[in-house]
Nanobody
């Protein structure tokens, strides 16, 4: 079975930082494109950042220059460093893995809540 578990969410003040971690088991992420998405209540889930198996990255315009996605294929983990957070970053953050040769093999974690508030 595939397990994707996010951690690192919590309450942070505006301007602060958080680092989210995604631990993957059951698959080798070396064959997958991985990413972070976020979703606010009643809204659609949107891409925050993604990184391919060889390190090519893509970021939403709203987080460019503030967030950094990284991966460690040996540890089978994906991280998201979030700096200079603001209230608009408040959301549930989800880790995703999609097979690069079989896109229907797509997996999601249950999410971790990030709340940016004074």
């Amino acid at each position: 079975q595939v397990q994707i578990v996010e951690s690192g969410g919590g309450l942070v003040q505006p301007g602060g930082s958080l680092r989210l971690s995604c631990t993957v088991s059951g698959i080798r992420i070396s064959m997958y494109s991985t990413g972070w998405y976020r979703q606010r209540p009643g809204e659609e889930r949107t891409l925050v950042a993604s990184i391919t198996s060889v390190g090519f990255t893509n970021y939403a315009d709203s987080v460019k220059g503030r967030f950094t996605i990284s991966r460690d294929n040996a540890k089978n983990t994906v991280s998201l460093q979030m700096n200079n957070l603001n209230a608009e970053d408040t959301a549930v953050y989800y880790c995703n893995a999609r097979h690069q040769a079989a896109n229907f093999l797509t997996y999601w974690g249950k999410g971790t809540l990030v709340t940016v508030s004074p």
